[in-house]
């Protein structure tokens, strides 16, 4: 079936499905936030356990600014390529339930883009270091530290990080409830080639 392939292979997004570039950012970013959260609950469970659990996750601590760091750009890649496809990837529906996808959706790019730049910016704020990921310079050492901008990041980074999780799990919920009880398309234009959408 050849019309079929060429729309699986599609690109760009159509109204029916995402298209390969959404979906390769959507599922490579589910492995960053993956390992992301492994980071932080390793921190919180484990930090002074001592033994090997200790030592995992201090090295997977190790990692967690920098994978923030491609969280950081793969998301503004992703928001950048969201808004060129605005006009044709599936619409959510008219409903209270669409509306309440569209806004989860964005208050999802909204955490995504925050939690990790007010991270960035605190690091900035006290002063000590040059910000360097996967052998990269970031950001250059800041030129002196500020305190006022390092507590807003103390205060901020955690609890907004947590919400964050939160709000991808609520995700993962709806698309699990679309999935087994309303049985629509809602999976398969993450995944395949969807479904037109209804009139
Ligand atoms: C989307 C990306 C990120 C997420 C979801 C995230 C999430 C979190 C969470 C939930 C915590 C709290 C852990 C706890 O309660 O002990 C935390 C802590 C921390 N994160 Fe991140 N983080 C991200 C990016 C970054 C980046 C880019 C940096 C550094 C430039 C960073 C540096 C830190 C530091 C130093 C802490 C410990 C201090 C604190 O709790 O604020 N994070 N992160
Ligand atoms: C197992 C985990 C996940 C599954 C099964 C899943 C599934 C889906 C599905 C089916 C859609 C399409 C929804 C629609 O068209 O209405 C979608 C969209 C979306 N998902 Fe996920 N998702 C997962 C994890 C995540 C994570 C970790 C994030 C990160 C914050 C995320 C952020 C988004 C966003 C922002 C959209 C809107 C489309 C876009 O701009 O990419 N998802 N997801």
């Known amino acids: 079936m050849p019309a079929a392939k060429s729309s699986a292979l599609r690109l760009t997004d159509s109204p029916a499905a995402y298209g390969l570039i959404s979906k390769f950012l959507h599922w490579g970013m589910v492995g960053l936030f993956v390992w992301q959260l492994t980071s932080v609950l390793l921190r919180v469970f484990f930090w002074e356990s001592g033994g090997e659990a200790q030592a995992a996750a201090r090295a997977m601590w190790r990692t967690h600014h920098?994978?923030?760091?491609?969280?950081?750009?793969c998301a503004l890649l992703r928001g950048s390529w969201g808004l060129l496809n605005a006009r044709r990837r599936p619409p959510h529906e008219d409903s209270v339930l669409g509306r309440a996808a569209w806004l989860g959706h964005l208050a999802l790019y909204a955490l995504m883009i925050l939690v990790p730049s007010i991270a960035v910016l605190r690091f900035h704020a006290m002063a000590r270091a040059p910000l360097n990921a996967f052998g990269f310079e970031i950001l250059p050492q800041g030129p002196a530290p500020n305190e006022a901008l390092r507590s807003i990041g103390d205060l901020l980074h955690g609890p907004l990080g947590w919400t964050l999780f939160a709000l991808i799990f609520g995700h993962i919920l709806m698309v699990v409830l679309h999935q087994v009880?309303?049985?629509d398309a809602t999976l398969a234009r993450m995944t395949g080639e969807g479904a037109p959408p209804v009139a």
Do not use: E, K, T
């Open 66 to 73: 920098q994978v923030g760091v491609l969280i950081l750009g």
């Open 181 to 183: 009880f309303w049985r």
